[in-house]
């Protein structure tokens, strides 16, 4: 017989795993089917658009945001040296404004969003 107490007690982890079947021939047809489905609605509405042209947006898109991170990093670069420089020329005292100037910034990022 148990004793009754305030606490519980851990009980053992129960693993569940169910296994999962994969058949690569049938989902290939059902690639395939689902393709001809699509030019199949395609030449009904007249609107064409390939894969190829689905690929080209997606390097497009993704070069962009590479020149954005680039000219971001480019920028952090030049304003690191830039404070680097001051501490040398001004000493302590760059480093008050290149705070405020760094907690702005962070500021307004996080306000944009």
């Known amino acids: 017989m148990k004793l009754p107490s305030l606490s519980k ?3 053992h982890k129960q693993f569940d795993y169910q296994p ?3 058949d690569p021939i049938k989902e290939e047809v059902q690639a395939r089917a689902e393709r001809i489905r699509r030019n199949i609605t395609q030449e009904k ?3 064409y658009q390939a894969d190829s ?3 080209r947006e997606a390097f497009q898109q ?3 945001k590479d020149k954005q991170t680039d000219m971001l990093q480019l920028m ?3 304003a690191f040296s830039l404070l ?3 501490y040398f020329e001004f000493g302590n005292m760059i480093l ?3 705070i405020g100037l760094m907690t702005g910034y962070v500021w307004l990022r996080i306000r944009k969003r």
Request: aromatic share 16%; hydrophobic share 45%.
């Open 62 to 64: 993704s070069r962009r």
């Open 84 to 86: 680097v420089w001051g």
């Open 76 to 78: 952090f670069v030049v």
């Open 9 to 11: 007690l851990a009980r």
């Open 53 to 55: 042209s689905k690929i």
């Open 45 to 47: 509405t007249g609107i």
């Open 96 to 98: 008050l404004p290149a």
């Open 20 to 22: 999962r079947y994969y």
